[in-house]
T-cell receptor
Framework: EPEVTQTPSHQVTQMGQEVILRCVPI?????FYWYRQILGQKVEFLVSFYNNEISEKSEIFDDQFSVERPDGSNFTLKIRSTKLEDSAMYFC????????????FGQGTRLTVV | KNQVEQSPQSLIILEGKNCTLQCNYTVSPFSNLRWYKQDTGRGPVSLTIMTFSENTKSNGRYTATLDADTKQSSLHITASQLSDSASYICVVSAVRSASKIIFGSGTRLSIRP
């Protein structure tokens, strides 16, 4: 069964460092998303991506964040200068259509900023 | 304000028993409602998805209902198993908007042997 894969599963980084979280969406999907879940809190939308550009983003997705699809298969989330409050589980998701269809989530990357 | 509220916050039941989880929402304009199962430290896994015209949808021992008039949904789990222990999250999407996918806080379900 096709699945969304994320790497690494866990990343520890020092405050102020840059991190790149990687995702391989399902191959025939066209829409890609990043969400995050701070421990004990709700899942929050960060950004959606279609046709090589951001289609929507939330207030959380400020200038410290960026996304790209460098090679047609990987979909990455970069945090330029991490802060302690960036510690969270980051989920990548993909779908064939916009949200009206089912989005498939990856297993997540646990980011710990120390 | 777009909101999704779930109840109860947590629930403990004995293996083999049934249970029903509730979801109320105020998301507009409504596109679809999904129930996800999330194991601790893992990504959400979709159980059901319902659009405006659907009242009920089943997936094995999971049955979801939707009342679009009252903006309520329920997830009924039949003959619970230990592997059903997880958080169950109600997610409501506004029409064609990725940013307006609103997650509920989830119900943490624990199944006891």
């Amino acid at each position: 069964e096709p699945e969304v894969t994320q790497t690494p599963s866990h990343q520890v980084t020092q405050m102020g460092q840059e991190v790149i979280l990687r995702c391989v969406p399902i191959s025939n999907h066209l829409y890609f998303y990043w969400y995050r879940q701070i421990l004990g809190q709700k899942v929050e939308f960060l950004v959606s991506f279609y046709n090589n550009e951001i289609s929507e983003k939330s207030e959380i997705f400020d200038d410290q964040f960026s996304v790209e699809r460098p090679d047609g298969s990987n979909f990455t989330l970069k945090i330029r200068s991490t802060k302690l409050e960036d510690s969270a589980m980051y989920f990548c998701a993909s779908s064939v259509d916009p949200p009206v269809s089912e989005a498939f989530f990856g297993q997540g990357t646990r980011l710990t900023v120390v | 304000k777009n909101q999704v509220e779930q109840s109860p916050q947590s629930l403990i039941i004995l293996e083999g028993k049934n249970c029903t989880l509730q979801c109320n929402y105020t998301v507009s304009p409504f596109s679809n409602l999904r129930w996800y199962k999330q194991d601790t430290g893992r990504g959400p896994v979709s159980l059901t998805i319902m659009t405006f015209s659907e009242n009920t949808k089943s997936n094995g021992r999971y049955t979801a209902t939707l009342d679009a008039d009252t903006k309520q949904s329920s997830l009924h789990i039949t003959a619970s198993q230990l592997s059903d222990s997880a958080s169950y999250i109600c997610v409501v999407s506004a029409v064609r908007s990725a940013s307006k996918i609103i997650f509920g806080s989830g119900t943490r379900l624990s199944i006891r042997p």
